[in-house]
C-alpha cells in the first residue's frame, strides 16, 4: 500500500490537520462575558488543504482558509470560507490535489502555480484582502467571507503583494511590497487611504531573497535581505530554490518615505533570518527595530530544522536592533530567551515608539516536537524589560496574539487581547479575550468554538466589521 503524505507528514495531523467544512454558527457559548465595547470581527487565515497533497507538503502550500469571529452586543459568531481562487476550484472540480508544492517546485516542470492566499487577512479602505506572498491579493466579501476574486488595484499592482503590508495609523496609507526570483527583486508599493495604488518602486538588493516581511517608521521603511538566497538555477546543486548561504551576512535597508530606490541605506549585521517584525520606530537619529529573529533558516530542509543539532537555532527570539543613521553601526541586543514567533504591537501605534508587545512563545518546559507550537501568549514591557505570560497546557497550541483598545483614545495597553488556542483534551478550539493588563488572569471571555481551528498563520481585527 501506497504511504500517503498525511501518514507521514506532521503539518497534516493533530491541529495541523485540515479541518473538512465550512459554517456558520450564531450566538457561541461564552465563559465569561463578551465587552459591548469589542464591536467588530477578528479575521484569521491559515493553511487548510481540501485534498490530499499530491507530492511533499510543506506547512506554507496548504489553500487558505478563512475563520472570522464576529462580535457584536456582547454576543459571537463564527464563519468559516476557503478562499477559492481558480487553482483550487480546479481541484474541487478533479476531486483531488493537483498542484505540487514548495519542496517540489520545479520550473522545469512549467510550474503550475495556485495562489492559496493562506497567510493573512487584513482590512484596508473597505476591502478585506487574503494574502499569500507570491501572488496578488484577493478580495473577500467580509459577512459572507465569498471569495470575490484577485485583486490588481485597478491594473495597477504587476506582481505579488507581501502578505504583511503595513498601515499607518496617520495617514491610512497602506505600504507594502513585493518580491521576485527574477528582477527586479523587489518592488516597493503605497496605496492610498482611499485604497488607490498611488506608488510602485523598484529597488535594487544585492540578491533575490524570499522577504517576508518588511517594517515602517514615521519616516522610513526598512526592508530585510536575508541570506536566503532565492533562485531557480542550479537548483540540483543548490538543494532547492531557497539556499541558505550565511557568508552573505543580513543587510537592513533604510529608506526615507519621502525617497526611492537612490536613497536606500544598506546597514550590516549578523546573518540571520526574520519572518517578522514587532515593530519599528525613529528615535533620536537611530532607528529601533524589534524582530522575533532566527540564527539560520533551513526552508527547504524542514526535517533537517526539526533535527535537535538544528532546532534551537531554527527558532527564533525577541531581538532588537538599534540602527545608529548617523555611524551606520547596528547594535544587536537579544531581549528574550524564551522562543518566540508572532510579535505584534497595538495597531494604533505601527511605525511610532511602542512600549508593549505580545508574541506567542513555548515554555522552555515543552516538547515542541520540532514544530511551530506555542504554549503561551507573552506580553512584553519594552521600557521595564519585564514580561507577563499566559500559559496554555503543555500540549494546547496558541495561536499569534493580537491587541484591541478599549476606544480609539485609550491607553496602549487598556483593552484586550484576543487568541486563538486549541484545546487538545477536547480536540476543540477556544478564542480568548483577555485583559491587556492582565493576562495571566481569569480570561475576560472564552468562545467555544463550534469545532477546532487548525493552526495557521495571521489574523487581525476590523473595527464595526
Ligand atoms: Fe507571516
Redesign the pocket.
Known amino acids: 500500500m501506497t504511504m500517503r503524505e498525511s501518514d507521514v507528514n506532521p503539518f497534516l495531523q493533530g491541529n495541523f490537520a485540515p479541518i473538512p467544512s465550512e459554517d456558520d454558527v450564531e450566538d457561541l457559548q461564552v465563559i465569561g462575558e463578551i465587552p459591548r465595547e469589542l464591536v467588530g470581527t477578528y479575521f484569521r487565515n491559515g493553511p487548510n488543504p481540501a485534498f490530499e497533497p499530491p507530492g511533499r507538503y510543506h506547512w506554507f502550500d496548504g489553500d487558505g482558509m478563512i475563520h472570522g469571529i464576529r462580535f457584536r452586543d456582547g454576543k459571537a459568531s463564527y464563519h468559516n470560507r476557503w478562499v477559492r481562487n481558480r487553482g483550487i476550484e480546479e481541484e474541487f472540480a478533479a476531486g483531488r490535489g493537483l498542484f505540487k508544492g514548495l519542496l517540489e517546485l520545479d520550473p522545469g516542470e512549467g510550474m503550475a502555480f495556485k495562489n492559496t492566499a493562506n497567510?493573512?487577512i487584513v482590512w484596508h479602505a473597505g476591502k478585506l484582502l487574503a494574502l499569500m506572498e507570491a501572488a496578488l491579493p484577493t478580495r473577500m466579501e467580509p459577512r459572507t467571507l465569498a471569495t470575490l476574486g484577485e485583486w490588481d488595484f485597478d491594473g495597477r499592482l504587476i506582481g505579488p503583494m507581501t502578505?504583511?503590508p503595513k498601515m499607518d495609523p496617520e495617514t491610512g496609507e497602506m505600504l507594502f511590497f513585493g518580491y521576485s526570483p527574477f528582477p527586479p527583486y523587489l518592488q516597493y508599493h503605497v496605496a492610498g487611504p482611499d485604497g488607490s495604488l498611488v506608488r510602485s518602486e523598484p529597488i535594487d538588493l544585492e540578491w533575490p531573497t524570499m522577504m517576508?516581511?518588511f517594517a515602517i517608521t514615521k519616516d522610513h521603511v526598512v526592508f530585510m535581505l536575508c541570506p536566503i538566497v532565492f533562485s531557480f538555477e542550479n537548483m540540483k546543486a543548490r538543494g532547492g530554490a531557497f539556499t541558505w548561504e550565511p557568508d552573505r551576512g543580513t543587510k537592513l535597508g533604510v529608506m526615507p518615505r519621502n525617497g526611492g530606490n537612490a536613497d536606500v541605506r544598506w546597514f550590516d549585521t549578523d546573518p540571520c533570518y526574520v519572518?517578522?517584525p514587532m515593530n519599528a520606530y525613529d528615535a533620536d537619529g537611530t532607528l529601533v527595530l524589534d524582530v522575533a529573529r532566527y540564527g539560520r533558516l533551513d526552508f527547504m530542509l524542514p526535517e533537517a530544522a526539526r533535527d535537535p543539532k538544528y532546532r534551537d537555532q531554527n527558532s527564533a527570539h525577541m531581538h532588537r536592533w538599534t540602527i545608529d543613521l548617523g555611524s551606520g553601526g547596528v547594535r544587536s541586543t537579544p531581549l528574550d530567551d524564551a522562543t518566540a514567533e508572532f510579535p505584534r504591537v497595538d495597531e494604533r501605534l505601527v511605525g511610532r515608539r511602542h512600549r508593549f508587545g505580545y508574541a506567542a512563545v513555548r515554555d522552555a518546559s515543552v516538547d515542541d516536537g520540532g514544530l511551530p507550537f506555542w504554549s503561551s501568549v507573552r506580553k512584553y514591557d519594552m521600557e521595564t524589560g519585564r514580561s507577563e505570560t499566559r500559559f496554555f497546557g503543555d500540549v494546547n497550541g496558541v495561536g499569534e496574539p493580537i491587541f484591541v483598545p478599549r476606544s480609539a483614545g485609550a491607553a496602549e495597553d487598556d483593552g484586550w487581547v484576543l487568541a486563538l488556542c486549541y484545546d487538545k483534551a477536547s480536540n476543540g478550539s477556544d478564542f480568548f479575550v483577555l485583559d491587556a493588563r492582565n493576562i495571566a488572569g481569569e480570561p475576560v471571555a472564552r468562545v467555544r468554538l463550534p469545532h477546532r481551528v487548525p493552526y495557521g498563520?495571521?489574523g487581525n481585527w476590523a473595527a464595526g466589521v
Open positions: 497567510t493573512n502578505a504583511h517576508h516581511d519572518f517578522h498563520f495571521h
